[in-house]
T-cell receptor, first 112, second 113 residues
């Protein structure tokens, strides 16, 4: 099955700086890569996703890049704000499988 | 439109007790799934269903049963609770198409003593 590794496990950044989270996956058939944000005590919620036919996608201060050859994808948050403090999960979905395999999560803390 | 709902929010069980975690969705999603979340381990898939009457095992199915008698409901049963099942449980649902957003319920925090 798919194996997703996520780094780092914790990340502390100064407000206004950028944050980068990296994930690798093992199944070359995976073609959908969502990112979920989970605030303390809340449910995970999708913040951005990318499909295998796209190399980069941006939505305001967040962007995701995908390198299919190297089987890794990354989340970039620019101009971080206190409300960006949360746990972020990457995931991968093999083609026509519907099941998501999640990374272990990254706890992001934005220091004021 | 309530989305995905779960009950109860919190539960404490003694070892060996059984219980059912409830999950319902009102979005007419074909795909429903159960995850457990443990510190440092992300979200691990327990069981999933692609439609009424169809269920299958995920990554960590031992000690859990599921059924899907309707499109809306997908209960998770703990047969004989063990301390290792102490976790936060999330139900999720989506349309049955590759690359669709999964919507999560609010979670159930379960403690087994």
């Amino acid at each position: 099955g798919e194996n997703v590794e996520q780094h780092p496990s914790t990340l502390s950044v100064q407000e206004g700086d950028s944050a980068v989270i990296k994930c690798t996956y093992s199944d070359s058939a995976s073609n959908y890569f969502p990112w979920y944000k989970q605030e303390l005590g809340k449910r995970p919620q999708l913040i951005i996703d990318i499909r295998s036919n796209v190399g980069e996608k941006k939505d305001q201060r967040i962007a995701v890049t995908l390198n299919k050859t190297a089987k890794h994808f990354s989340l970039h948050i620019t101009e971080t704000q206190p409300e960006d403090s949360a746990v972020y999960f990457c995931a991968a979905e093999p083609s026509n499988d519907y099941k998501l395999s999640f990374g272990a999560g990254t706890t992001v803390t934005v220091r004021a | 439109n309530a989305g995905v709902t779960q009950t109860p929010k919190f539960q404490v069980l003694k070892t060996g007790q059984s219980m059912t975690l409830q999950c319902a969705q009102d979005m007419n999603h074909e795909y429903m799934s159960w995850y457990r979340q443990d510190p440092g381990m992300g979200l691990r898939l327990i069981h999933y269903s692609v439609g009424a009457g169809i269920t299958d095992q995920g990554e960590v199915p031992n000690g859990y049963n599921v059924s899907r008698s309707t499109t809306e409901d997908f209960p998770l049963r703990l047969l004989s609770a063990a301390p290792s099942q102490t976790s936060v449980y999330f139900c999720a649902s989506s349309y049955l198409r590759s690359g669709n957003e999964q919507y999560f319920g609010p979670g159930t925090r379960l403690t087994v003593t």
